[in-house]
């Protein structure tokens, strides 16, 4: 199952707007996504699910995904991170 790390650097972490946005891009796609911080463990497609995360700026976590677009998937979400959720400077 292919799996990607990413660290969060967004001020406000993986909360509220980052985490819709991040939520919203999981569902564009078929495969089962998943992500985990420390033992904490959600369904991408869920936003109650990926705020139980409590993922904050500078946590790792890691994005697994299972399915037939799994790879385009797990790409979309790193380059969601990469350009920090949308946030300005």
Known sequence: MPEIQLEI???VGLHARPA???VQTANKFKCEIMVRNGE???NAKSILDVLTLG???GAVIT???EGEDAEQALAALQQLNARNFEELA
């Open 40 to 42: 904490t463990i959600a």
């Open 9 to 11: 650097t967004n001020e």
């Open 20 to 22: 819709a946005l991040f």
């Open 55 to 57: 993922a904050g700026k």
């Open 63 to 65: 994005v697994t995904a």
